[in-house]
């Protein structure tokens, strides 16, 4: 079974390329992915990469963890599920409804 793991820390300009270079050094990697932003595109400094040895991917969240990379801390470890988050739309967020406190004659107030 693959194991998927999550790397923190990652500077700003590291690519997928050399994320997966540096997991190879320790074994066989499926899949290597850079969280960027949605909007911008800049990297967010995490992501994760999937190995389909376990021992392979234990031994690279072992050495690589804490390691340096590019300046920076590493933070290697085994990935946890994405938590369930609400969609949007819900809650009194300045969506659509509600009192408009007096703004040029706009009232939603039947």
């Given amino acids: 079974m693959s194991k998927r793991i999550y790397v923190g820390g990652l500077p700003f300009k590291t690519t997928e390329e050399e994320m997966n ?3 190879a050094t320790y074994g066989t990697v499926s899949s290597a992915k850079l969280i ?10 995490f992501g994760f990469v999937e190995m389909p040895d376990d021992a392979e991917a234990a031994a690279a969240m072992e050495k690589l963890n804490g390691s ?17 988050r609400p969609r949007g739309g819900g809650g009194d967020r ?3 409804g509600g009192d408009r406190g007096g703004r040029g004659g706009y009232s939603d107030k039947w």
């Fill in 94 to 96: 300045g969506g659509r």
């Fill in 68 to 84: 340096d990379f590019g300046g920076r801390k590493l933070t290697v470890n085994e990935a946890r599920p994405m938590e369930a």
């Fill in 21 to 23: 270079a540096l997991f």
């Fill in 36 to 45: 960027t932003d949605k909007y911008s595109g800049q990297s967010r400094g």
